[in-house]
């Protein structure tokens, strides 16, 4: 059975939550022992580099990639059911290869029960041949200091199942057991209507996934399961699960995923943040106003609050101060010139800012 460990799914979280993820998976297509660098060996048309911030890139049964020249990805898992060959040949320049992945990437050797994914040198050894992960060595030709290297021949090689990540770590340890369990693609929580927070998140890739606990947090330290969502289990497809928090907490709160495999091990996502205004929506009534408007705040506030009215360069016009049990209150305005104004609404916490046209007849 496929674990979940924790270094590897904390590191997943912070592939997903970048902005603009390339929610995708690039597929290698071209003949056997064919260049990584030849674009038109790969689904996408063009040839997996830094414009692919969080793909999958898949090298798929019974292809060979080779790669030379230097590749550079950020925010990638490089899941090699086939072959993925480093350098082509002794020296330097077009014969070497480097394939420099960030900290948050992750590269994966597949097994299906029957064949091994694998990554290796050229025969040659080349110790120019590196992939490095967050600056970290995890790979290297002409070494024998590689699990399941090929002692004797100066070919290092790895075979699946197999992970490494910026958590693992050099050397015999750059490469742990066990492919990637889990790839997700994007996590996320937002402010929706009524005061509700929507929890959304996507799988790429599901290896004996049991289920997802959405945990939720005002300070990080301390943190509460609030829904718990039964995983797909097994699939290699995009799978799409939502959850609403129908009672967030007023400020912050802090969401984050913990998931399970079906043997209980379990690793968590990075963490997102919805922070909630603690004086809720606030109407002003009539609008436009003649003679006094009514302020109304959503909710009774944590402290005392202040009302001020600025004109359209910013200049202070009414500044009051009421207490927390004052959510209702008027304000005069028949002495207030006509124009566009903004009602600023603050607790010392949370701030909170609204239109207001006064029109006199």
């Known amino acids: 059975m496929k674990k979940i460990y924790l270094p590897i799914v904390t590191l997943i979280g912070c592939l997903i939550l970048h902005a603009g993820v390339y929610a995708q998976t690039v597929t290698f297509t071209g003949n056997n022992s064919s260049f990584w660098n030849n674009a038109g060996n790969w689904d996408s048309g063009d040839v997996p580099n830094g414009n692919h911030a969080g793909a999958t890139i898949f090298i798929p049964l019974?292809?060979?990639?080779?790669?030379?020249?230097?590749?550079s990805l950020t925010n990638v898992v490089i899941k090699v059911a086939g072959s993925l060959q480093i350098g082509n040949g002794s020296g330097g320049g077009a014969n070497a290869g480097s394939l420099t992945l960030s900290s948050t990437s992750v590269v994966s050797l597949e097994y299906d029960g029957t064949t091994r994914g694998v990554?290796?040198?050229?025969?040659i050894g080349n110790t120019n041949?590196?992939?490095?992960i967050g600056g970290t060595t995890k790979f290297q030709g002409g070494t024998t200091d590689y699990s399941a290297t090929n002692t004797g021949s100066g070919v290092s090689i790895v075979t699946g199942p197999a992970r490494a990540t910026s958590?693992?770590?050099?050397?015999s340890q750059s490469f742990i057991a066990g492919a990637l369990p889990v790839v997700l693609v994007g996590f996320s929580a937002n402010l929706a209507s009524?005061?509700?927070?929507?929890?959304?998140?996507?799988?790429?890739?599901?290896?004996?996934?049991d289920h997802f606990e959405i945990q939720r947090s005002s300070d990080g330290i301390g943190w509460q399961t609030i829904a718990t969502v039964k995983a797909s289990g097994y699939s290699s497809m995009q799978q799409n699960y939502a959850i609403e928090d129908a009672a967030p907490q007023t400020g912050t709160n802090l969401y984050r995923l913990r998931m399970f495999d079906l043997d209980s091990h379990f690793g968590f996502s990075s963490v997102v943040n919805v922070h909630l205004n603690a004086l809720g929506k606030i109407s002003l009534f009539p609008n436009p106003s003649v003679n006094f408007v009514t302020v109304s705040l959503g909710r009774v506030p944590a402290s005392d609050w202040t009302l001020t009215l600025l004109n359209i360069n910013?200049?202070?016009i009414?500044?009051?101060r009421y207490g927390k049990d004052q959510t209702t209150v008027s304000m005069p305005v028949l002495n207030v010139p006509n124009g566009n104004y903004t009602v600023e609404i603050s607790d010392g916490i949370s701030k909170q800012n609204s239109k207001?046209?006064?029109?006199h007849h």
């Open 318 to 320: 009414v500044n009051k």
């Open 119 to 123: 990554l290796t040198s050229n025969t």
């Open 62 to 71: 019974g292809k060979s990639v080779v790669l030379t020249g230097s590749i």
């Open 314 to 316: 910013g200049q202070v």
């Open 129 to 132: 041949n590196i992939v490095t």
């Open 194 to 209: 009524n005061d509700k927070v929507s929890v959304k998140w996507t799988t790429q890739q599901e290896i004996s996934t």
């Open 167 to 171: 958590s693992t770590g050099t050397g």
């Open 356 to 359: 207001l046209l006064i029109a």
